[in-house]
């Protein structure tokens, strides 16, 4: 089955404790990126990767790193987490981009006291 | 700057009837568009697209949305709703930069289909 999958769901973690949020796609997409999602505001775009060691930060990048070492894996590195990064956070795959439809993991809760 | 706007946040309406979601999206360079649909404690699914041709486009659970140029409008309808379209629908537009194709996401309408 096609997807993406995210670790963990949820999670409720301490200012300042390093975290990382996997995500992997099974697709052999090209494309992925990192959205984090609030309300009224939608989807804003945090990171994204065109390729294997290609990676650009959108419109939210600060606190943030990834890394794209494979092609499958495009994990979220929060280095010191805080409390106006509790978020819904997606990861999203596509083949290409622009026409190409993107696919979306179920989603990791964060929460940052 | 590019950006795209969803008018109504909120959108409740009786099991049966019609409804429209309405997008407008600002941009001076073609676009590709696209509806997703988040049900509760999912990611997005997408719902339908405009890549080019036929302004009107379909999805397969009786969706549709038409892409007006002029009006940079891409309101998503339904004639008949059911209680399983309660959830969160955003518009989506894809814009061309230096180097590779933007995403702007819409900040979403949330249609309650009530019984």
């Known amino acids: 089955e096609a997807q993406v999958t995210q670790n963990p769901r949820y999670l409720i973690t301490v200012t300042g404790k390093k975290l990382t949020v996997t995500c992997s796609q099974n697709?052999?997409?090209?494309?992925m990126s990192w959205y984090r999602q609030d309300p009224g505001l939608g989807l804003r775009q945090i990171y994204y990767s065109m390729n294997v060691e290609v990676t650009d930060k959108g419109d939210v990048p600060e606190g943030y790193k990834v890394s794209r070492k494979e092609k499958r894996n495009f994990p979220l590195i929060l280095e010191s987490p805080s409390p106006n990064q509790t978020s819904l956070y997606f990861c999203?795959?596509?083949?290409?981009?622009?026409?190409?439809?993107?696919?979306f993991g179920d989603g990791t809760r964060l929460s940052i006291l | 700057a590019q950006s795209v706007t969803q008018l109504d946040s909120q959108v409740p309406v009786f099991e049966e009837a019609p409804v429209e979601l309405r997008c407008n999206y600002s941009?001076?360079?073609?676009?590709?568009l696209f509806w997703y649909v988040q049900y509760p404690n999912q990611g997005l699914q997408l719902l339908l697209k405009y890549l080019s041709g036929s302004t009107l486009v379909e999805s397969i659970n009786g969706f549709e949305a038409e892409f007006n140029k002029s009006q940079t409008s891409f309101h998503l309808r339904k004639p008949s709703v059911h209680i399983s379209d309660t959830a969160e629908y955003f518009c989506?537009?894809?814009?061309?930069?230096?180097?590779?194709?933007?995403?702007?996401f819409g900040p979403g309408t949330s249609l309650s289909v009530i019984p």
């Open positions: 989506a537009v894809s814009v061309r930069k230096t180097s590779y194709d933007k995403v702007i």
């Open positions: 999203a795959s596509s083949l290409g981009w622009g026409n190409q439809p993107q696919h």
């Open positions: 941009s001076s360079v073609s676009v590709y």
């Open positions: 697709m052999n997409h090209e494309y």
